[in-house]
């Protein structure tokens, strides 16, 4: 079993900044990679940004020059740094992890729960 806590979400005026985190616990032999996805009401989840565990980093043009994401590998976390927030960042954020079964060597994914992101004056 993996669990992942995701943490850092709330409420934020327009301009400011929030920084979300997502550790990942229980039989993981190797992390792939580590992201973030975002959905706002009656929109499709979408990506934000992720990052494989050797730090090639992917984002989406809306959040590009904003938000940086980061990885620990030896905490096996990963966090995204949020600046300059619009209102259009609100969204519930999921944490996604990749990653190498202890056991039996297969690839999974597996989603958090989600945390809000509020932006708002």
């Known amino acids: 079993q993996v669990r992942l806590a995701e943490s850092g979400g709330g409420l934020v005026q327009p301009g400011g900044s929030l920084r979300l985190s997502c550790a990942a616990s229980g039989s993981i032999f190797s992390i792939n990679r580590m992201g973030w996805y975002r959905q706002a009401p009656g929109e499709e989840r979408e990506l934000v940004a992720d990052?494989?565990?050797?730090?090639?980093?992917n984002y989406a043009d809306s959040v590009k020059g904003r938000f940086t994401i980061s990885i620990d590998n030896a905490k096996n976390t990963v966090y995204l740094q949020m600046n300059s927030l619009k209102p259009e960042d609100t969204a519930v954020y999921y944490c996604k992890l990749g990653w190498t079964a202890m056991w039996t060597r297969v690839y999974r994914e597996a989603w958090g729960q989600g945390t809000l992101v509020t932006v708002s004056s």
């Open positions: 990052i494989t565990n050797s730090g090639s980093t």
